[in-house]
């Protein structure tokens, strides 16, 4: 686990040292997501269809997904 830090610049902007995008595989224009929980944030790069793409295929029963989703708006719906 590595640790990085970054600085916020008069306008909002985020800026983070190379390594940390280079380990993120973020490039200029990507798309990325701040999952905030509490005092915590989660940081990941948003996948593009290409990178969709890529991904290893597995086969989902549909009930797995619906079941999955209910988890996650309960979760949400609690605050934990």
């Known amino acids: 686990m590595e640790i990085f830090e970054g600085i916020v610049g008069k306008k909002g ?3 983070v ?3 940390f ?5 973020l490039k200029p224009g990507d798309r990325v997501e701040f999952i ?5 944030v989660i940081f990941r ?8 793409l890529r991904r290893k295929r ?7 997904v619906l079941e999955l989703r209910k988890s996650f708006e309960e979760e949400l719906v609690s605050g934990d």
């Open 13 to 15: 902007e985020i800026y």
């Open 17 to 19: 040292r190379k390594r």
């Open 21 to 25: 995008r280079e380990l993120m595989g």
């Open 36 to 40: 905030v929980k509490g005092d915590t």
């Open 45 to 52: 790069k948003k996948p593009n269809a290409t990178d969709l």
């Open 58 to 64: 597995i086969r989902v029963d549909i009930s797995e």
